[in-house]
């Protein structure tokens, strides 16, 4: 069973920076890429970031350029959001997501989220 | 990067029809044919029931179906039940990136 669990969000202070970790289990981690996807508070969903197999590859969307790094460590199954300058806009629900089938066209399996909240 | 755009609801009876459209661009509709749609209860994850346009995941039913014509794709949802309630996203691929639409709520009357 795939599983997705989130961990190291919290309240930072505008400007501070956090480290969001996702550990996965349950399939072949290194075959897939993974992304972050959030959702703030009553709002919809908004793609962040993703990372290729061998992260390699990194992409983000234009809201978090320069600000959010994804990474992962393949050996330990798990995949990170470090996210810095941090605004009250990036108040959300972030959830870890894998891609469907290796192919990077759609997001198969989510975690349950970890809440981050940017106020002083 | 602009959001692909839903209308923010739709209704229907039980039994009816109801299509929830998606409309974005050339960059990325209209430049892949890799759309997606999920749905998201209240409280709970997103979970993916249509991919690559118009297949299914397993145990997903096949009153769930998916078409794009140009730079719009489209939901359309047959038969409906009272557990189809629920806010529908559709999500494009568009080479360097990944773009939702705003969300659509529907409500079975």
């Known amino acids: 069973e795939v599983q997705l669990v989130e961990s190291g969000g919290g309240l930072v202070q505008p400007g501070g920076s956090l480290r969001l970790s996702c550990a996965a289990s349950g399939f072949t981690f290194t075959k897939y890429w993974m992304h972050w996807v959030r959702q703030a508070p009553g709002k919809g969903l908004e793609w962040v970031a993703r990372a290729n197999v061998d992260e390699s590859t990194t992409n983000y969307a234009d809201s978090v350029k320069g600000r959010f790094t994804i990474s992962r460590d393949n050996a330990k199954t798990t995949v990170f959001l470090q996210m810095g300058r941090l605004r009250a806009d990036d108040t959300a629900l972030y959830f870890c997501?894998?891609?469907?089938?290796?192919?990077?066209?759609?997001?198969?399996?989510w975690g349950q989220g970890a809440r981050v909240t940017v106020s002083s | 990067q602009s959001a692909l755009t839903q209308p923010r609801s739709v209704s229907g009876s039980p039994g009816q029809s109801v299509t929830i459209s998606c409309i974005g661009t050339t960059s990325d509709i209209g430049a892949y044919d890799y759309v997606s749609w999920y749905r998201q209860d209240p409280g709970k994850t997103p979970r993916l029931i249509v991919y690559?346009?118009?297949e299914r995941p397993s145990g997903v039913p096949d009153r769930f179906s998916g078409s794009k014509s140009g730079n719009s794709a489209s939901l359309s949802i047959s038969g409906l039940q009272p557990d189809d309630e629920s806010d529908y996203y559709c999500?494009?691929?568009?080479?360097?990136?990944?773009?939702f639409g705003g969300g659509t709520k529907l409500t079975v009357l």
């Open positions: 690559d346009i118009t």
């Open positions: 999500c494009s691929f568009a080479g360097d990136y990944m773009v």
């Open positions: 997501v894998r891609d469907r089938d290796g192919y990077n066209t759609a997001l198969g399996y």
